[in-house]
């Protein structure tokens, strides 16, 4: 039980938690740009360099938290 409490596994759970929702939420973002569609109600433009950055980004915080949790 101590262990399921543990501040460092939280921690850890957290970044890859994180990591995997910007991954996700970006990808998400890049595949419906490609279709054509946008959010209702949008009236800016669509970051191309943005996404793919914040993409990448949350790849590495992504790698960064299973890799802390595997060791």
């Known amino acids: 039980m101590e262990k399921i409490l543990s501040l ?5 759970q957290i970044a890859l938690a994180f990591g ?9 973002a890049i595949i419906q740009n490609k279709r ?8 800016g433009t669509f970051r191309t360099v943005r996404a ?5 980004v949350g790849t590495l915080i992504a790698t960064w938290g299973a890799v802390s949790l595997i060791s």
């Open 52 to 56: 793919y950055w914040l993409l990448t």
């Open 8 to 12: 460092d596994l939280l921690i850890k």
């Open 36 to 43: 054509g569609a946008t959010p209702k109600g949008s009236t």
């Open 20 to 28: 995997l929702a910007m991954l996700v939420g970006n990808l998400y």
